[in-house]
């Protein structure tokens, strides 16, 4: 079974930088995509960004591009979420998601494990 758990969050200001952590509990985190999705309140769950198993595919969405960069470390089984230039209407809770396959994906239904999230709140 594998374990997510999400930490950074926080309150910030508009145009503040975040970076949030995802650590996995198991080894072989390394061959998994992992994702990052958000949930704003009376609102869908959406991709945000992922990272495929070997590093070599990482795919946002439009309403982070440019702004989000996704990382992941091996060797501490753990996957990061940098967020600049923040909005406020990037405040939800964060989820991280691991996939049972290296290919990254954008959907919900794609995600085999979930963590329990991290609020993000931007003040404006």
């Known amino acids: 079974q594998v374990q997510l758990v999400e930490s950074g969050g926080g309150l910030v200001q508009a145009g503040d930088s975040l970076t949030l952590s995802c650590a996995a509990s198991?080894?072989?985190?390394?061959?998994?995509?992992m994702g990052w999705f958000r949930q704003a309140p009376r609102k869908e769950r959406e991709f945000v960004g992922g990272?495929?198993?070997?590093?070599?595919?990482?795919i946002y969405a439009n309403s982070v591009n440019g702004r989000f960069t996704i990382s992941r470390d091996s060797a501490k089984n753990t996957v990061y979420l940098q967020m600049n230039s923040l909005k406020p209407e990037d405040a939800a809770t964060y989820y991280c998601?691991?996939?049972?396959?290296?290919?990254?994906?954008?959907?919900?239904?794609?995600?085999?494990?979930w963590g329990r999230g991290t609020q993000v709140t931007v003040a404006s």
């Open positions: 998601a691991s996939r049972l396959t290296s290919g990254v994906a954008t959907t919900v239904q794609s995600y085999a494990y």
């Open positions: 990272i495929s198993g070997m590093s070599d595919s990482i």
């Open positions: 198991r080894r072989t985190f390394s061959g998994y995509a």
